[in-house]
């Protein structure tokens, strides 16, 4: 099945406890995002990735970090999570020719 | 740049009634439009979406939207609500490539259906 599959779905952690959560689509999909939906605000950008080791910034960059060394991988790295991360999180991808974002289900967020 | 206006954050209607979700856009060049459903506890599902061919767009669960230049609207509608149409609905909108060039989401609308 044509996916894009997050984990963890749920993390409860502290403020300062580094921690990864994971990107992985399996349609070799050239473009990767990550969003952040926040109550009120809708959903805004973080990073993006053109393409293997091309990445770029969106919205809300601060306190986040990427990297995409395969096509298929695109994790979401904060080095020092605080709690204004408390959010729910969504990795995207796309391939140019369908013109559409294929979503993950979310990754719950909670930092203490 | 572009943006996306949703109206009303909340939207109750009666099982049986017409659903109206609205959506407003500003974009300097013609747009890219979508309307992507959440329900409960999952991630985002694609209804419909335009790119520039038929105004009339006609999506997933009966869902349907018209694009208006002259209004810079693409509002949501579908004749007969249904409870498990019950869910977050967020409007988009991209220059090109679907997201590729920055997909940017109105701040969603709740869809309440009644008994």
């Known amino acids: 099945e044509a996916q894009v599959t997050q984990n963890p779905r749920y993390l409860i952690t502290v403020t300062g406890k580094k921690l990864t959560v994971t990107c992985s689509q399996n349609?070799?999909?050239?473009?990767m995002s990550w969003y952040r939906q926040d109550p009120g605000l809708g959903l805004r950008q973080i990073y993006y990735?053109?393409?293997?080791?091309?990445?770029d910034k969106g919205d809300v960059p601060e306190g986040y970090k990427v990297s995409r060394k395969e096509k298929r991988n695109f994790p979401l790295i904060l080095e020092s999570p605080s709690p204004n991360q408390t959010s729910l999180y969504f990795c995207?991808?796309?391939?140019?020719?369908?013109?559409?974002?294929?979503f993950g289900a979310g990754s719950r967020l909670t930092v203490l | 740049a572009q943006s996306v206006t949703q109206l009303g954050s909340h939207v109750s209607v009666s099982e049986g009634a017409l659903v109206l979700l609205r959506c407003n856009y500003s974009?300097?060049?013609?747009?890219?439009l979508f309307w992507y459903v959440q329900y409960p506890n999952q991630g985002l599902q694609l209804l419909l979406k335009?790119?520039?061919?038929?105004?009339l767009v006609k999506g997933i669960n009966g869902f349907e939207a018209e694009f208006k230049k002259s209004e810079t609207s693409f509002h949501l509608t579908k004749p007969s609500a249904h409870m498990s149409d019950a869910a977050e609905y967020f409007c988009?909108?991209?220059?090109?490539?679907?997201?590729?060039?920055?997909?940017?989401f109105g701040k969603g609308t709740h869809l309440i259906i009644q008994p």
């Open positions: 349609m070799n999909h050239e473009y």
């Open positions: 988009a909108v991209t220059l090109g490539r679907g997201g590729a060039d920055g997909l940017t």
């Open positions: 974009s300097s060049v013609p747009p890219y």
């Open positions: 990735s053109m393409n293997v080791e091309v990445t």
């Open positions: 995207a991808s796309l391939h140019y020719g369908a013109n559409v974002l294929t």
């Open positions: 335009y790119t520039s061919a038929a105004t």
